[in-house]
């Protein structure tokens, strides 16, 4: 019988670190192959329609950034907080309330003109996410009340104020009784980045964001201090950076950047505020953040590996039959898979004989904390 | 035990133990003889631990032998060290503080007896040793020496034939120790051998028959400790003349630089040590020591002195007539006084960062490595650099983590960053801990030269001789409280210790055993 022990790195492996997602997306593919067939579908066909046929067809690649877009934006923010250990769930209500303040404003100048109006809309659209996310801020920094759990509950609370909005005040005049606001007005509406395509302002400006939050976060002392409180709570404090003022900053920028993708989805694909608007971008950009390691440009790439499984699942459903959920199945195995390939950053694997297994240091009660040797872990394989 | 007289009671033949890249232990051999009291020397590093672990069985060697009473033996786990009769006592206890005496060793031991039972052996030992504890206080009530009490009568209870203590006096006041030297003497007297790890040579010297030394995993010599001088043994260790700090004497003292009067405030729940009413003043070109047992309140003093802690603090913390109570740590590190606490991975220092980014974090302000926001990579590079080089920092370069280089080496960058930032007041917590002897010189004798230049130094520590050695005055903290400063010119030790016994420790005086007893009938 051999065995696979688990061996603590001295240090991270910074290879393993850029491999796992690679591997996660490797293991995401093998492992749902296998589900699907087991489920009774074409499980190879389903791999193949996900996420290789989009690739060979050019006006699903425009489809393709226009979802890499928000779920980037909105990713970027989340790991700014994330790499401060401050957990923001609340991206879906953040985008949410983003896309109602900066819909808000353009109820308002339905009848008006003028290049001003987008703008606002847009400034409108982040200080609503913003004002979302100020909400575990204040409960945490005051009361200390986590925020996975605060900004977790606001979403559901953000999407039935959207269902009350639709249903009631914004609901079009003229709209036939559909629970929908009335169609936003040219000026209203986020002009395309190149005329022709499906690519709108909103592409360029999250390459933009993603850039920008690169160079905040290696070359400014904001980033670094968003860094520091990550990595060592007690040495930020040392180092003059207030736990309360990084809370406060990781919300704001995870709030606003969610709000700016809300209000940009509003007035670019939808064109107006329908009850569909929630589609789980707030949720799926929080695995776009850890498959892009956090990091900004990694979070580029991320977010168009994960935007192919909304593109591929759509026309899955259509092309084989596939269930919708399966793009939630797929995307939730990439975080799954992730999660479990990280483990071979710190640790790595090595294969020992059964003797020297044995010899692995006994558990000790009472003195457990004095003996302090490596302890591998055996996993029998 | 006469017919075992011949063998020795320990004896370990070419050890050698391999980690990657570092051999710990490379062909130790050396004998205990029955009844002996045994010094195990070396500095940090020098493989001590690894050794002590392989004979109580946490750890097993590469290569050699352990005979124990004249019988090889393989001891596999520290439960098979238990059974020989090997017992061992830890520099850092494993003590449930929630939990009472009693049921702390209960949890320790293998086979626990029934409640009643153990509680009468347990009264048996402590009687027969001469110790006082009372079973049934709970943990975190209990000094330090008590609680190592504690650990020390979970080793008696199991009547060991070879007793091992690593570093035990580190947070025990001079009167604990000469209280445990009693015990340990009463003991290896009926036969039971000691291994005795420490540092502290003048403690090895009053306690030790016989000594092994160790550098660089090798044993490098052997000697009778009573007929060495600490200076002699210290040499050994490091294997090279030891270098006498210069220049303390012709320090010419200021005015009054850095007042703290009335400072107060509470401490973390639930454990947490409150400061109350702390009081003290520095002179420019003084080194003031605050001394004590670890956990009396000396990180909260530190976290309060840098601006760490804002909660509820009352008092006024004065430099150069400039009041700094209410103000961030930024501000204070402005105002030109710096700080370095005692933990240095993780609050002195980030490891996952490098030497440069360490570098931004504390001294950003003060020379200038950041304008605007937008730190200034260049000089941040440099100024890490600098302190490298200034402080013979072994690392490869300013691009080196934090976390990769040795403790005595990184505690010299953390130095090197505050002191080359020419703070007016420093404010540092054990300097040279865990640091080995090269490097402790280095770092005081650095401090020495900037109180020199007029700055002012505060410094906590828990190793006495070495606030003796660098202070002009000390006070010492105890629960919190600190006493008045004393000249250390003519200062008595006994004094001292008495001071950071405070209330707790039984070492001296009736009122304590009165305690004990009050409670114990």
Same mark, same amino acid.
């Given at each position: 019988?051999?065995?696979?022990?688990?061996?603590?790195?001295?240090?991270?492996?910074?290879?393993?670190?850029?491999?796992?997602?690679?591997?996660?997306?490797?293991?995401?593919?093998?492992?749902?192959?296998?589900?699907?067939?087991?489920?009774?579908?074409?499980? &190879?066909?389903?791999?193949?329609?996900?996420?290789?046929?989009? &690739?060979?067809?050019?006006?699903?690649?425009?489809?393709?950034?226009?979802?890499?877009?928000?779920? #980037?934006?909105?990713?970027?923010?989340?790991?700014?907080?994330?790499?401060?250990?401050?957990?923001?769930?609340?991206?879906?209500?953040?985008?949410?309330?983003?896309?109602?303040?900066?819909?808000?404003?353009?109820?308002?100048?339905?009848?008006?003109?003028?290049?001003?109006?987008?703008?606002?809309?847009?400034?409108?659209?982040?200080?609503?996410?913003?004002?979302?996310?100020?909400?575990?801020?204040?409960?945490?920094?005051?009361?200390?009340?986590?925020?996975?759990?605060?900004?977790?509950?606001?979403?559901?609370?953000?999407?039935?104020?959207?269902?009350?909005?639709?249903?009631?005040?914004?609901?079009?005049?003229?709209?036939?009784?559909?629970?929908?606001?009335?169609?936003?007005?040219?000026?209203?509406?986020?002009?395309?980045?190149?005329?022709?395509?499906?690519?709108?302002?909103?592409?360029?400006?999250?390459?933009?964001?993603?850039?920008?939050?690169?160079?905040?976060?290696?070359?400014?002392?904001?980033?670094?201090?968003?860094?520091?409180?990550?990595?060592?709570?007690?040495?930020?404090?040392?180092?003059?950076?207030?736990?309360?003022?990084?809370?406060?900053?990781?919300?704001?920028?995870?709030?606003?950047?969610?709000?700016?993708?809300?209000?940009?989805?509003?007035?670019?694909?939808?064109?107006?505020?329908?009850?569909?608007?929630?589609?789980?971008?707030?949720?799926?950009?929080?695995?776009?953040?850890?498959?892009?390691?956090?990091?900004?440009?990694?979070?580029?790439?991320?977010?168009?590996?994960?935007?192919?499984?909304?593109?591929?699942?759509?026309?899955?459903?259509?092309?084989?039959?596939?269930?919708?959920?399966?793009?939630?199945?797929?995307?939730?195995?990439?975080?799954?898979?992730?999660?479990?390939?990280?483990?071979?950053?710190?640790?790595?694997?090595?294969?020992?004989?059964?003797?020297?297994?044995?010899?692995?240091?006994?558990?000790?009660?009472?003195? #457990?904390?004095?003996?302090?040797?490596?302890?591998?872990?055996?996993?029998?394989? | 035990?006469?017919?075992?007289?011949?063998?020795?009671?320990?004896?370990?033949? *070419?050890?050698?133990?391999?980690?990657?890249?570092?051999?710990?232990?490379?062909?130790?051999?050396?004998?205990?003889?029955?009844?002996?009291?045994?010094?195990?020397?070396?500095?940090?590093?020098?493989?001590?631990?690894?050794?002590?672990?392989?004979?109580?069985?946490?750890?097993?060697?590469?290569?050699?032998?352990?005979?124990?009473?004249?019988?090889?033996?393989?001891?596999?786990?520290?439960?098979?060290?238990?059974?020989?009769?090997?017992?061992?006592?830890?520099?850092?206890?494993?003590?449930?503080?929630?939990?009472?005496?009693?049921?702390?060793?209960?949890?320790?031991?293998?086979?626990?007896?029934?409640?009643?039972?153990?509680?009468?052996?347990?009264?048996?030992?402590?009687?027969?040793?001469?110790?006082?504890?009372?079973?049934?206080?709970?943990?975190?009530?209990?000094?330090?020496?008590?609680?190592?009490?504690?650990?020390?009568?979970?080793?008696?209870?199991?009547?060991?034939?070879?007793?091992?203590?690593?570093?035990?006096?580190?947070?025990?006041?001079?009167?604990?120790?000469?209280?445990?030297?009693?015990?340990?003497?009463?003991?290896?007297?009926?036969?039971?051998?000691?291994?005795?790890?420490?540092?502290?040579?003048?403690?090895?010297?009053?306690?030790?028959?016989?000594?092994?030394?160790?550098?660089?995993?090798?044993?490098?010599?052997?000697?009778?400790?009573?007929?060495?001088?600490?200076?002699?043994?210290?040499?050994?260790?490091?294997?090279?003349?030891?270098?006498?700090?210069?220049?303390?004497?012709?320090?010419?003292?200021?005015?009054?630089?850095?007042?703290?009067?009335?400072?107060?405030?509470?401490?973390?729940?639930?454990?947490?040590?409150?400061?109350?009413?702390?009081?003290?003043?520095?002179?420019?070109?003084?080194?003031?020591?605050?001394?004590?047992?670890?956990?009396?309140?000396?990180?909260?003093?530190?976290?309060?002195?840098?601006?760490?802690?804002?909660?509820?603090?009352?008092?006024?913390?004065?430099? *150069?007539?400039?009041?700094?109570?209410?103000?961030?740590?930024?501000?204070?590190?402005?105002?030109?006084?710096?700080?370095?606490?005692?933990?240095?991975?993780?609050?002195?220092?980030?490891?996952?960062?490098?030497?440069?980014?360490?570098?931004?974090?504390?001294?950003?302000?003060?020379?200038?490595?950041?304008?605007?926001?937008?730190?200034?990579?260049?000089?941040?590079?440099?100024?890490?650099?600098?302190?490298?080089?200034?402080?013979?920092?072994?690392?490869?370069?300013?691009?080196?983590?934090?976390?990769?280089?040795?403790?005595?080496?990184?505690?010299?960058?953390?130095?090197?960053?505050?002191?080359?930032?020419?703070?007016?007041?420093?404010?540092?917590?054990?300097?040279?801990?865990?640091?080995?002897?090269?490097?402790?010189?280095?770092?005081?004798?650095?401090?020495?030269?900037?109180?020199?230049?007029?700055?002012?130094?505060?410094?906590?520590?828990?190793?006495?001789?070495?606030?003796?050695?660098?202070?002009?005055?000390?006070?010492?903290?105890?629960?919190?409280?600190?006493?008045?400063?004393?000249?250390?010119?003519?200062?008595?030790?006994?004094?001292?210790?008495?001071?950071?016994?405070?209330?707790?420790?039984?070492?001296?005086?009736?009122?304590?055993?009165?305690?004990?007893?009050?409670?114990?009938?």
């Amino acid at each position: 019988m051999t065995l696979l022990k688990l061996e603590p790195r001295r240090e991270q492996s910074r290879g393993m670190m850029l491999a796992a997602p690679v591997i996660a997306v490797g293991l995401t593919l093998v492992v749902g192959a296998i589900v699907f067939t087991l489920l009774g579908h074409n499980g &190879l066909a389903a791999i193949y329609e996900i996420f290789i046929r989009p &690739l060979f067809n050019p006006y699903r690649w425009q489809d393709l950034l226009v979802k890499a877009a928000p779920l #980037a934006i909105i990713a970027v923010g989340l790991a700014i907080g994330f790499r401060a250990n401050v957990w923001n769930i609340g991206g879906e209500g953040q985008y949410i309330l983003g896309g109602l303040a900066g819909t808000g404003i353009a109820l308002l100048t339905l009848d008006m003109s003028g290049g001003w109006i987008l703008p606002v809309m847009l400034v409108c659209g982040i200080l609503g996410g913003m004002a979302w996310a100020a909400i575990p801020a204040a409960l945490k920094t005051t009361l200390g009340v986590n925020e996975i759990l605060s900004s977790l509950m606001l979403n559901y609370v953000a999407i039935q104020l959207l269902y009350y909005l639709m249903r009631g005040p914004w609901k079009d005049p003229m709209g036939f009784n559909f629970p929908q606001t009335a169609m936003f007005s040219a000026d209203q509406t986020l002009p395309y980045a190149i005329p022709g395509t499906l690519i709108h302002l909103g592409i360029p400006i999250a390459i933009a964001i993603a850039l920008t939050a690169f160079g905040v976060m290696t070359r400014t002392i904001t980033g670094f201090q968003v860094r520091v409180v990550g990595l060592a709570p007690k040495a930020a404090a040392y180092g003059g950076f207030g736990a309360a003022s990084t809370v406060w900053l990781a919300l704001m920028v995870g709030g606003g950047l969610a709000g700016l993708a809300g209000i940009l989805e509003a007035a670019g694909p939808f064109g107006q505020m329908v009850p569909q608007f929630p589609t789980g971008y707030g949720y799926t950009a929080i695995i776009v953040a850890f498959l892009g390691r956090l990091n900004p440009l990694g979070i580029l790439a991320a977010a168009l590996v994960l935007a192919l499984t909304y593109v591929g699942g759509e026309s899955a459903q259509t092309t084989i039959g596939l269930p919708s959920a399966a793009a939630g199945v797929f995307q939730a195995m990439m975080l799954f898979f992730l999660l479990a390939t990280d483990i071979l950053v710190r640790y790595r694997i090595v294969s020992g004989s059964p003797a020297t297994a044995r010899t692995a240091p006994a558990s000790e009660t009472g003195t #457990a904390g004095s003996s302090e040797a490596a302890k591998p872990k055996t996993v029998t394989a | 035990m006469a017919g075992k007289a011949m063998a020795p009671r320990l004896e370990l033949k *070419d050890i050698s133990k391999r980690f990657p890249g570092v051999i710990a232990n490379d062909q130790v051999s050396f004998q205990v003889p029955a009844g002996a009291i045994h010094a195990l020397l070396g500095e940090n590093g020098a493989g001590k631990s690894t050794l002590v672990k392989i004979i109580y069985g946490v750890q097993q060697a590469d290569e050699g032998e352990i005979v124990f009473d004249g019988e090889p033996v393989h001891i596999g786990s520290p439960k098979e060290a238990r059974a020989l009769g090997i017992g061992m006592v830890f520099q850092h206890f494993s003590l449930f503080e929630a939990m009472t005496v009693l049921e702390n060793i209960a949890l320790g031991m293998d086979n626990p007896p029934p409640r009643r039972e153990l509680e009468a052996r347990v009264r048996e030992v402590l009687k027969s040793y001469g110790l006082s504890l009372d079973p049934h206080r709970y943990v975190h009530t209990l000094s330090v020496g008590e609680r190592q009490r504690i650990e020390i009568v979970r080793a008696l209870l199991q009547e060991p034939k070879l007793l091992i203590m690593d570093e035990p006096t580190s947070v025990l006041t001079p009167q604990e120790v000469e209280q445990l030297f009693e015990t340990l003497r009463r003991l290896a007297s009926e036969g039971c051998s000691i291994l005795y790890i420490s540092h502290k040579l003048h403690e090895i010297k009053a306690l030790c028959e016989s000594a092994t030394i160790l550098r660089g995993g090798k044993v490098v010599g052997s000697c009778d400790p009573r007929e060495e001088s600490a200076r002699s043994m210290a040499e050994m260790m490091i294997g090279g003349s030891l270098k006498d700090l210069s220049g303390k004497e012709n320090c010419t003292y200021g005015e009054d630089r850095f007042v703290v009067s009335n400072l107060s405030a509470p401490g973390e729940p639930p454990f947490g040590t409150s400061l109350k009413d702390v009081s003290f003043s520095v002179r420019s070109g003084e080194i003031f020591g605050i001394a004590g047992v670890a956990g009396n309140g000396q990180n909260e003093l530190l976290a309060v002195l840098s601006g760490e802690e804002q909660n509820d603090v009352s008092g006024s913390i004065i430099l *150069d007539g400039q009041e700094l109570a209410g103000t961030s740590a930024g501000a204070r590190r402005k105002a030109g006084l710096a700080s370095a606490p005692e933990e240095r991975n993780g609050h002195a220092a980030v490891p996952a960062m490098n030497l440069t980014e360490n570098a931004i974090l504390s001294a950003r302000g003060r020379m200038g490595l950041a304008s605007g926001g937008i730190i200034k990579s260049g000089a941040s590079r440099d100024y890490a650099a600098r302190v490298i080089d200034a402080f013979s920092v072994k690392a490869t370069g300013p691009g080196a983590a934090a976390g990769s280089l040795s403790g005595g080496n990184l505690q010299k960058f953390i130095m090197g960053r505050e002191i080359m930032q020419n703070p007016t007041v420093l404010v540092v917590s054990q300097p040279t801990w865990g640091v080995d002897a090269g490097a402790a010189s280095f770092i005081r004798q650095a401090m020495i030269d900037i109180v020199d230049k007029g700055a002012s130094i505060v410094v906590v520590s828990q190793d006495l001789d070495e606030l003796l050695e660098l202070c002009d005055r000390l006070a010492v903290i105890n629960e919190g409280t600190l006493s008045e400063a004393m000249d250390v010119k003519g200062i008595s030790i006994e004094r001292v210790g008495m001071l950071m016994g405070g209330i707790h420790g039984g070492g001296e005086g009736a009122a304590a055993t009165g305690k004990q007893e009050g409670v114990a009938a």
